[in-house]
């Protein structure tokens, strides 16, 4: 039987749509990003110009979204003292940061 005593979930405690996070990520990223279109169709382009940047895949597109995903981190924060030490906005650019960096190295 497989138990879930030693598993944490660390999280911001807080809930984003994936259209904040993209668009924040592209701006950490130094791209500005403009939406278009609807649903399934929906695509993100540099803004001013006709270059898609991100758009939707039809396999992973859910019409009928859950109403709420939120990550409980409280177990984290009661047994291992774990605090949330910067918000959301930072996180992603850290991620995106991290990735540049990694791109960058591996081009080399």
Known sequence: MITFDHYYVISTGTTHPVREFVELAFK???????????????????????????????????????DLLLGDCSKAEKKLGWKREISYEELVKRMVENDLKEAEKAAK
Do not use: L, S, W
């Not at 382009?45 to 859910?62: A, E, H, L, M, S």
């Open 28 to 66: 950490a990223a130094g791209i500005e990003v403009e939406f278009k279109g609807e649903g399934v169709d929906e695509k993100g382009y540099v803004k001013g110009t006709d270059k898609v940047v991100v758009q939707v895949n039809p396999k992973f597109y859910r019409p009928a979204e859950v």
